[in-house]
């Protein structure tokens, strides 16, 4: 059996509800398309008039970073242990 992946959204604020994955017979209803979400947003979107989903973007340099922090953090607990002992 083939399968797509719908996406559902709310009909009145447009907020991105799920996906899921149905028959590829399956006919859309109101509050659902097949077009995917960006991965790199949240408070996700869907903008019927253009079909395209809206949203604020992540920023990857910023996960980055805040790893680097916390690694530096690690770091920092540790040596604090270790001159502790």
Same mark, same amino acid.
């Given at each position: 059996?083939? &399968?797509?992946?719908?996406?559902?959204?709310?009909?009145?604020?447009?907020?991105? +509800?799920?996906?899921?994955?149905?028959?590829?017979?399956?006919?859309?209803?109101?509050?659902?398309? +097949?077009?995917?979400?960006?991965?790199?947003?949240?408070?996700?979107?869907?903008?019927?008039?253009?079909?395209?989903?809206?949203?604020?973007?992540?920023?990857?340099? +910023?996960?980055?970073?805040?790893?680097?922090?916390?690694?530096?953090?690690?770091?920092? +607990?540790?040596? &604090?242990?270790?001159?502790?002992?």
């Amino acid at each position: 059996m083939n &399968a797509k992946a719908v996406y559902s959204y709310d009909q009145e604020s447009f907020a991105y +509800l799920g996906a899921r994955l149905e028959p590829e017979d399956y006919e859309l209803v109101e509050g659902e398309t +097949l077009i995917a979400p960006p991965p790199n947003l949240t408070k996700r979107k869907f903008n019927v008039v253009t079909q395209k989903w809206t949203g604020e973007k992540i920023n990857p340099s +910023l996960d980055a970073r805040q790893q680097i922090l916390m690694q530096q953090a690690q770091i920092a +607990l540790q040596q &604090a242990s270790f001159q502790a002992e």
